[in-house]
């Protein structure tokens, strides 16, 4: 007999696998069936022919043989002379084919291979039966050799009745058949159970995640019971574990989930598409109030035994639909005040203008130096007034989409509109203004061209003594346009970098007109179609404003 597998084999089949493959006790009732159906003796063994379980040897000549000698430590278990040693398991595998063997005593066995794919498993050993009538010779020579008492074994032969030779090789066809399909149906078995395990594995994980994550979560059944949810559900809703789970959805927590919505996508919209996404549900929960919320779902793994689970994801987004409302209506708001400043107050301050204006032609230089000085501040403060409730007027209507609704609107026409309507103070200060090719994005161009008008003009009125060079780009970067105007002016704190997008809030003061509303009008713009603002400066050596434009 041999240790060597030489057919090789191409299944990787762990020792753990192989020892659950061939486990004895699951052997054993099909092996001692056979054995005492068929009255043969049986035995499995594994591949370098160690017996694996018990063997099944119905035969009186092997028990005597067998009990008389309770050490048995012979190579073959079915061989009573083994003057040769059997060779019967490595020619199985030499041969892939089964066996036919004799030992001295006149007995016979088979030997047949046990295989899952090509790989060899192990070997049945079926028989121990006389092929023809047994002889007194052989018997009494291995009675000798054994110690045994010849004229029992002899007797005990004689009654033994003798099974052909084609019969034992039918035998041995049987038993190699029933020992394949048992070996697969056990494999599969194994297989199924591993199977679970990872599923179960898969579900302890899905379990965890679902716990951990912040959003409320729901497993439910195919049928619609509520296997588990997460902490966040439980917190949220105001229900408890005990009379959450293993109830059905619509009756938990008072049948604050009968929503008729939600009826609709788990029971239609489920089993069709397996899934829905972002689905916005109203209602008024009996402990917690009016709710708004996006439903998700999705059916995910077969999990015995409550077949497809369906997870329910719930997003409460009442606040934030809350937040929306509020600013829409301070937009609203804002917008309103910004008509309420152009009618109701610039009426009244075009009435101030002119009456200093007049004031000042008849006045100047007839009544004292103060007072001359007095009616220049008025007027100064008439100017200023001016161009302030212009701004807010600007700032106001920065987010009106009826009056700049989108369109393809190009960057670089918008550009040279600003830098026409800039064109005095880009002589003056014999500024150098330089631009790449600009794209066409979705905007409204009169609002594109209001933030380069601010950022252009504010790189010219805060520039320095030497010559003022500023260069407009835009590169595409995933997706979105992001645009850069970077002056070589006199540049600002970075710490304030986020300061000067505020209402009113000016650095230079004095020293510069202006009404500290400009950025925060670009802020608004920019945001209002869905970009960021943001600047970078180095002080005394200028500054870059970079938006986004989404593409
Ligand atoms: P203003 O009417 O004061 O120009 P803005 O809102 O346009 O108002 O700008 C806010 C402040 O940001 C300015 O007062 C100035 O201090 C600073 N600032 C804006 N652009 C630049 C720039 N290109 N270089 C240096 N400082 C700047």
Redo the contacts with the bound molecule.
Sequence with gaps: MTNENPQGSALEISPELLAELLDPESWDKVLETYSRTMRVAVALTDTKGQLIGACHNPQPVWSLAHDSRPGWGMDCLFCLAPHLPCTAVYDVFRTGQQVLVHDQAGLAHVALPLSLGDRNVGVLLAGQVFDRYPEILPLQRVARDLNLPAQELWQLARKQIPISRASLQVYGDLLATLGQAFLRQRFAAILERKLAETHLQVRDYAEAVVETVQQPLVILSEDLIVLSANRAFYEDFEVSKEETEGRHIYEIGNEQWQIPGLRELLEKVIPEQSEFQAFEVEHNFEHIGRKIMLLSARGIFKTEPYGRTVLLAIEDITARRRAEVQLLRSNTDLQRFGSVISHDLQEPLRTIGSFTQLLAKRYTGKLDSDADEFIHFVQDGVVRMKAMIR?LLLYAKATDSEEYPLEATSAELSLQESLANLQTAIEESGASISYEPLPTVPYHPHQLGQVFQ??VG??I??RREELLQVRVSAVNKQGEWLFSVA?N????EPAQAEN??GVF????GAR?????????TCRRIVEHYGGRIW?E?VPGTG?T?YFTIPG
Excluded: Q, W
């Design positions: 701004d601010n950022l504010n790189a009125k805060y002056d002016g006199i540049g600002f000067i997008f809030k000016r650095l230079h510069y007109e202006g009404t500290g509303i400009g950025l925060a600047a400066s500054s404003f």
